[in-house]
T-cell receptor, first 116, second 115 residues
Framework: EAGVAQSPRYKIIEKRQSVAFWCNPI?????LYWYQQILGQGPKLLIQ????????DSQLPKDRFSAERLKGVDSTLKIQPAKLEDSAVYLC??????????????FGPGTRLTVT | AQSVTQLGSHVSVSEGALVLLRCNYS??????LFWYVQYPNQGLQLLLK??????LVKGINGFEAEFKKSETSFHLTKPSAHMSDAAEYFC?????????????FGKGTLLTVNP
């Protein structure tokens, strides 16, 4: 079974530029998560989708971050414009369901963003 | 609000020695607790989880953790460290319900295994 795929793996941009990350979850997984992992910290949930609907985006900086999950499969996370403090690893995870604690979240390898 | 504290950002052990990684949580209701491992340039992988029932939980790669409500702890242990255990370990707590089981992670503990 293929795992969660993310691209690109690395991205370097200048501040005020825009950037987009792509995630393809495990086939059949209804729930998709985007996390931000700043160096030296644990992952922080940015947004959670259940199929193509948003369940939780309470920690998403909506003035600059946006995310979508068209057709309930792939997802993109966009930052526009980027700030220096956005430098982090962006992790995508998926699970069969977000409605029961026994469903494990499977993580992709992440995209490492450096903003200069 | 839920939170997790991992004591020690870096733990170093010798190969064959006991591994002990500490995690304390703060929660007003019974929590669900998790340990994840992250190898360099990889995503997180679930080691083990506590939801209900037996408080001693066994996971993959010989790791286990014990939920102690009185101490609000969920420490991760392994009797004998192997070189391949070198990685970063994250403790996480979830209080979600309904349609949202949200994980809150600790800051992580980097485990180094010396030959």
């Amino acid at each position: 079974e293929a795992g969660v795929a993310q691209s690109p793996r690395y991205k370097i941009i200048e501040k005020r530029q825009s950037v987009a990350f792509w995630c393809n979850p495990i086939s059949g997984h209804a729930t998709l998560y985007w996390y931000q992992q700043i160096l030296g910290q644990g992952p922080k949930l940015l947004i959670q989708f259940q199929n193509n609907g948003v369940v939780d985006d309470s920690q998403l900086p909506k003035d600059r971050f946006s995310a979508e999950r068209l057709k309930g499969v792939d997802s993109t996370l966009k930052i526009q414009p980027a700030k220096l403090e956005d430098s982090a690893v962006y992790l995508c995870a998926s699970s069969t369901s977000g409605t029961h604690i026994s469903y494990e979240q499977y993580f992709g390898p992440g995209t490492r963003l450096t903003v200069t | 609000a839920q939170s997790v504290t991992q004591l020690g950002s870096h733990v170093s052990v010798s190969e064959g020695a006991l591994v002990l990684l500490r995690c304390n949580y703060s929660s007003s209701v019974p929590p669900y607790l998790f340990w994840y491992v992250q190898y360099p340039n990889q995503g997180l992988q679930l080691l083990l989880k506590y939801t209900t029932g037996a408080t001693l939980v066994k996971g993959i790669n010989g790791f286990e953790a014990e939920f102690k409500k009185s101490e609000t702890s969920f420490h991760l242990t392994k009797p004998s460290a192997h070189m391949s255990d070198a990685a970063e370990y994250f403790c996480a707590v979830s209080l979600g319900g309904g349609s949202n089981y949200k994980l809150t992670f600790g800051k992580g503990t980097l485990l180094t295994v010396n030959p």
